[in-house]
């Protein structure tokens, strides 16, 4: 049986890792950030020591019924956090931190605290050094809403589809509407930063209006 110690170290060590990677996300002004990352580590940790402890109090043959069950359960948490960024490209991040989180929190709990303290460095150097490496060579793709108002509907519509051609970027739901006495030019797109910059730098002019929104239901 574990003592108090033991329990309050491994406890410890489990909200430690999980505030580190937490802080990550604050700063990136990503979900799940330092609170949330503690708790789930913190949760599944206690999670863990619970199974174990239960078992062999009650004389359970199978010490690891509650904590199979953790798998599961945090797959709820990270589907929340997908759904709550609809349009955005870190939705899938965030759920896949938050479930490497809960298997960070169960090592802890089981006292494996090196596997759990490197768990955390590779979590962070792919948070942190991939993240970087994907934004700085323009890895990135997103979907995103062009729309361009302007009197010259036709023009437009035209030289949207040659740029457009010219990247080789494939556009969704291409329509031209009107609204009063301007005409509507819009488009959804997968796009990376610069494609995004240069397909606004371009076609922002005088007398047309480029707005540029999130794909709604589009999840990394």
């Known amino acids: 049986m574990l003592t108090l110690r033991q329990i309050v170290l491994r406890l410890t060590v489990a909200a430690v890792l999980g505030a580190v990677i937490g ?38 043959t199978s010490g690891t019924r509650i904590a199979s069950n953790i798998v599961q359960g945090i797959g709820f948490l990270g589907a929340g956090a997908i759904l709550k960024e609809a349009g955005g490209r870190v939705g899938m991040t965030t759920a896949a931190t938050i479930f490497v989180e809960a298997a960070i929190g169960m090592a802890a709990g089981g006292g494996l605290y090196a596997v759990a303290t490197y768990t955390t460095a590779l979590v962070l150097f792919g948070l942190v050094c991939l993240g970087w490496v994907a934004e700085r060579f323009d890895l990135k793709c997103r979907p995103v809403v062009f729309r361009f108002t302007t009197s010259h509907a036709d023009n437009v519509a035209t030289e949207v589809q040659r740029l457009m051609a010219q990247l080789k970027v494939p556009m969704q739901h291409f329509r031209v509407s009107m609204a009063g006495g301007n005409s509507i030019v819009e488009f959804e797109s997968v796009v990376s930063h610069t494609q995004q910059e240069r397909i606004v730098n371009q076609l922002n002019r005088q007398g047309v209006l480029t707005e540029v929104a999130p794909a709604e239901g589009r999840h990394e």
């Open 23 to 60: 802080t990550e996300r604050d700063l990136r002004r990503r979900p799940a950030g330092m609170r949330t990352s503690l708790f789930v580590c913190l949760a599944t940790a206690l999670f863990t020591i619970l199974s174990q402890e239960l078992a062999r109090l009650f004389g359970d």
